[in-house]
């Protein structure tokens, strides 16, 4: 027999469940009840915790008085920054440090000498029950001596504007520089030139389980367990071991169901390093679990971007150049992705477009609210919504029908890899093929005809496209490095095959509603040629996987997904050889399929079940020549580049005179993410991200006063998207596999997101544009939209 381990190129499986809509496995337990979030866990001897937080945004703390919090009934702390030395709560770190960054300034976990926002934590009070832990928290006095706050990034940026951190000169944490070639002199010659200043406004994930954190340290172990909702049990077990001295081999991270991320529940939070020193502190496991309240005012949010957007055409609409000047809020500190999401929006500012010189400049601001982080598309919805804008702007101005100026402008299929100006490679795309199957989908050219009769009838009404494009799977990981970037890109999986022949397969990375389980299986089924249920997925335990990267940037099946294909044919392969010599054959003689190893064409030859060879190589009696017992192998896959995927989003949409309210009649989306692991899960995650766009287009905004008061506390404040408000969605693909990992496949789970602003927004500028409205910052509001055509009208 041979000792190679080539198994036979045929499929492994007649069942093959990848690009299968196999429902997900997960579903049951939520739906029948069963499934354990954060707070359904109780330990025995468990306190409750209640963050004291500061009512004033920028002020220095004078004195904390916390005797009379103390004696009230089943308080058993009460802990302010004093009570800890920097070995037991050290600063919170962050994952993305900038080279140009003038320092990162000092997060505690409680406030030492300063606040900066409204809701940084001061105190925290233990106690045997919730109630009581709320109820003492309000005897603690803190008193305060106001100073002046900025919470507009571009103000903060001015000469003269109030100091967010004394120890710099400036707000301004950093100007970063993308482009390639001169500007000035592409303008002057051009024929059309367009500028428009764009507010994406601050919005928040409003998660349906807000965040919980449980702490449990064991004194006779020294062992730390936090269970929470988190996308990355593995950077928040490193980053918890940093703030609080304790070594990453005695900390555990698990995360039960999460209810709810979208890139809000990816960093280390001050309450995660909390409850941790507190239960060192009391040897008794603690809980602390946000309010709706909390979770709008210290939960990170995402976007807040001020943008003055600039393009340079000739008298074809052929777009020459691309000027950007950004302020993006960074918030009062720098959380875990937070400085890096402003530069990575930066590096696909020009979309879909082949467009030659870009001169892009992004200032990261400090300001007195709190944090960004990633949220759904970090970055790429900014980019897809200041660019799709602009070409609307600049087709209206120039006089060139807005279809027609987007082909002339796409980056064609023969380009790619395409290196933009601004830095970014894009792997593969066919825009104009996607943009053919969108128009055909909602019938653009009767469309146009419609809109033309109704506003004859007085009727407002628009529509809107927008073509976008993405980066995600975060690859490349030595060039991520020189810019700061302080996490991996690469992921692994380790598949263990038992002694009766089922697989466990383990996965670095952390679901949050995607659908891994079903997803992983479905490809290490596909690969094995086993049946679905055979194959159990483990995630989300640092105990039970040992390493892993997490879930952003939907990379979870280009990375992940990739790793357990490679896991998999590693498993496969020593299969094959183990079959091989149990049958006395050749191994590249040996045939599988279905799970049976057989030494020549299936049925004729002699068989061994993939069972049967799972017993053999546990037993490890026999076994070919240097071949160690066991079926277990490990798998690493390192994404070389990012994937491109993209899209187009149609939106028609009719605007109420009376009111200003806008009604969504009809949206088609049309997305490309490569290969398909599982469309229904495909489909769910485009009208999960849609609902998020539309939301942000026409209603949300987490946004505070002069003096830095949160103004959106409670939904009440804050209106998120209502089942009435959600169109039905008319969904189509295309696919052109990503040439970056062997599946092929790009990442969904933040496509409707980025392609749904725009496409709506565009949309209700087509209905009032004729009517003298020259630009609407999101969310368009019946107010906001009512007022406009009011004024327009004088």
């Known amino acids: 027999m041979t000792s190679g381990a080539q198994v036979a190129q045929e499929p492994a499986t007649s069942t093959e469940y990848v690009g299968v809509s196999v429902p997900r496995r997960e579903d049951f337990r939520f739906l029948t009840g069963t499934g354990t979030f954060s707070e359904d866990i109780t330990l025995s001897g468990m306190l409750y915790a209640s963050v004291v937080r500061s009512t004033l945004a920028h002020a220095d703390i004078v004195s904390i008085a916390t005797d009379a919090a103390r004696i009230q009934p089943g308080v058993v702390a009460v802990f302010t920054a004093a009570d800890f030395g920097d070995d037991e709560m050290g600063t919170i770190p962050t994952d993305w440090e900038l080279p140009i960054m003038d320092g990162i300034p000092a997060r505690y976990p409680l406030a030492r000498e300063t606040v900066k926002y409204v809701g940084e934590a001061v105190a925290v009070v233990v106690a045997e029950t919730r109630v009581q832990a709320d109820d003492a928290a309000y005897f603690v006095d803190v008193e305060y001596a ?224 709190s944090t960004t982080e990633t949220y759904r598309g970090a970055g790429r919805p900014e980019a897809a919504y200041l660019i799709e804008r602009a070409v609307d702007e600049l087709a209206a101005k120039a006089g060139i029908d807005r279809v027609e100026l987007r082909r002339r402008n796409f980056i064609q299929p023969h380009q790619f890899p395409y290196s933009n100006a601004t830095g970014m490679t894009y792997d593969s795309g066919d825009y104009e093929k996607a943009l053919d199957k969108a128009l055909e989908m909602i019938g653009w050219d009767d469309r146009v005809a419609e809109q033309a009769a109704a506003r004859a009838e007085g009727r407002i009404v628009g529509l809107g496209l927008s073509v976008y494009t993405e980066f995600c799977g975060f690859g490349d990981s030595f060039q991520l490095q020189l810019v700061g970037f302080d996490r991996a890109t690469w992921e692994q999986s380790v598949i263990t095959v038992t002694r009766t022949g089922s697989v466990i397969v383990q996965v670095g990375i952390d679901a949050a509603g995607q659908g891994h389980e079903t997803s992983i299986a479905q490809i290490v089924a596909t690969e094995l040629g086993l049946d679905i249920d055979d194959v159990e997925v483990l995630q989300g335990d640092t105990d039970v996987v040992h390493f892993g990267t997490g879930t952003f940037n939907s990379r979870s099946m280009s990375s992940a997904g990739t790793s357990a294909a490679l896991a998999a044919r590693k498993i496969l392969a020593k299969a094959t050889r183990l079959a091989a010599h149990m049958l006395d054959v050749e191994t590249d003689d040996v045939v599988y399929r279905d799970g049976v190893f057989s030494s020549g064409p299936q049925p004729e030859g002699r068989q061994v079940t993939f069972e049967e060879v799972a017993v053999e190589a546990w037993r490890g009696v026999d076994l070919p020549e240097g071949m160690e017992p066991t079926l277990k192998e490990i798998a690493v896959f390192d994404p070389p580049n990012f994937t491109s995927p993209f899209g187009v989003h149609v939106a028609a949409v009719e605007i109420d005179p009376d009111t200003g309210a806008v009604r969504i009649d009809r949206y088609v989306a049309v997305d490309d993410c490569g290969n398909q692991i599982n469309p229904q899960i495909v489909t769910g995650q485009i009208h999960g991200g849609v609902a998020q766009g539309i939301g942000q287009a026409l209603y949300e905004e987490l946004a505070w006063d002069e003096e830095g008061q949160p103004m959106s506390t409670s939904f009440m404040q804050y209106p998120v998207l209502r089942a009435h408000h959600m169109p039905r969605l008319e969904t189509g693909h295309t696919v052109t596999p990503s040439p970056v990992n062997p599946l092929g496949v790009k990442g969904v789970g933040e496509s409707g997101a980025i392609g749904s602003q725009p496409a709506v927004v565009n949309a209700v500028m087509d209905a009032v544009r004729h009517l003298g409205v020259d630009n609407l910052d999101m969310p368009l509001t019946p107010a906001k939209v009512w007022t406009a055509l009011q004024e327009a009208s004088r």
């Not at 940026?157 to 592409?186: F, I």
């Not at 991320?261 to 239960?279: H, M, N, Q, R, T």
């Not at 040897?283 to 709706?292: L, N």
Request: a negative charge; charged letters at 20%.
């Open 146 to 369: 106001e100073r002046p706050a900025v919470v507009d990034a571009e103000l903060a940026t001015r000469d003269g504007a109030p100091l967010v951190h004394d120890q710099y000169e400036r707000n301004t944490s950093y100007v970063w520089h993308l482009g390639t070639g001169d500007w000035d002199s592409m303008a002057a010659a051009a024929d059309h030139t367009v500028d428009v200043r764009l507010v994406n406004q601050r919005v928040h994930a409003s998660s349906l389980e807000a965040r919980v954190s449980i702490a449990d340290y064991q004194v006779g172990t020294g062992i730390l367990t936090l269970y929470l909702g988190t996308q990355n049990v593995h950077v928040v077990r490193r980053n918890l071991s940093i703030a609080i001295g304790i070594p990453e081999n005695r900390i555990r991270v698990v995360t039960p169901a999460v209810g709810g991320a979208f890139g809000s529940k990816l960093c280390l939070y001050p309450e995660d390093v909390i409850v941790s020193a507190a239960s060192r502190r009391l040897r008794r496991p603690i809980r602390w679990a946000e309010t709706r309240a909390e979770h709008f005012t210290g939960t990170s949010g995402g976007r807040d971007h001020i943008e003055q957007v600039s393009l340079a055409a000739d008298k074809e609409g052929k777009i020459q150049a691309l000027k950007v000047t950004t302020y993006a809020n960074l918030g009062a500190y720098v959380s875990g992705m937070g400085a890096g999401i402003p530069v990575v929006s930066g590096m696909v500012y020009p979309g879909v477009y082949d467009i030659p010189v870009a001169d892009v400049d992004i200032h990261g601001v400090y300001t007195n609210t």
